[in-house]
């Protein structure tokens, strides 16, 4: 069974910084690229990047590369976001996906639980 | 960035009904859209790909169709578990874009 795990979210304080982890299992990891997508509390969803099967490229969102940066440990199976200068516009759930080598499937189809990140004083 | 207009942004049906949810997008997608459903408290779920491709073990009452900048879904024979939101992304153009979303309810 193909699962996504996210964690590391929480309260944190404008301007400071905060990493996402997310645990892949149940798949091949580093055969796939994997993406970003956040969910503000009006339901907006955002898509904020993806990086490449072997981390060797990355993409983001413009609006958002500045601050945010994705990587990922194929050994550890594990996908990583790091944001940083948050501010209260980034506060949302967090989810990690996977996206389909053949994109005639679709992408973006496997999603974590999601991790909910609030930025406030 | 591609815009997409999702309507309607909610959408009230009887059990049995036929609804569609359209995506306008502000240039040629080359029927790159994906549709999503999410219900509360849950993440979305892919339902269709490619514009019309049915993912492996979603109902054959969801559908898509479209080209160029105009595209929808539908749900024939709505069921009590359609009850959700539902989102279009496009993924032809990076960034890749989301609609507003369309959420269903029962009447």
């Known amino acids: 069974e193909v699962q996504l795990v996210e964690s590391g979210g929480g309260l944190v304080q404008p301007g400071a910084s905060l990493k996402l982890s997310c645990v892949a299992s149940?798949?091949?990891?580093?055969?796939?690229?994997m993406s970003w997508v956040r969910q503000t509390p009006g339901k907006t969803m955002e898509w904020i990047g993806d990086i490449k099967y072997d981390g060797s490229y990355t993409n983001y969102a413009p609006s958002l590369k500045n601050r945010f940066t994705i990587s990922r440990d194929n050994a550890k199976s594990t996908l990583y976001l790091q944001m940083s200068n948050v501010r209260s516009e980034d506060t949302a759930t967090y989810y990690c996906?996977?996206?389909?080598?053949?994109?005639?499937?679709?992408?973006?189809?496997?999603w974590g639980q999601g991790a909910s990140v609030t930025v406030s004083s | 960035d591609i815009q997409m207009t999702q309507s309607p942004p909610s959408l009230s049906a009887s059990l049995g009904d036929k609804v569609t949810i359209t995506c306008q997008t502000s240039q040629n997608i080359n029927k790159y859209i994906a549709w999503y459903q999410q219900k509360p408290g849950k993440a979305p779920r892919l339902l269709i790909g490619?514009?019309?491709r049915l993912v492996s073990g979603i109902p054959s009452r969801f559908s898509g169709s479209g080209s160029g900048r105009d595209y929808s879904f539908s749900i024939s024979n709505v069921e009590s578990e359609d009850i959700a939101s539902y989102y279009c992304l496009q993924y032809d153009n990076s960034p890749w874009t989301f609609g507003g979303g369309t959420k269903l309810e029962l009447k």
């Open positions: 490619f514009t019309s």
């Open positions: 996906t996977r996206d389909p080598t053949n994109w005639e499937l679709g992408v973006m189809d496997a």
């Open positions: 149940g798949f091949t990891f580093s055969d796939y690229w």
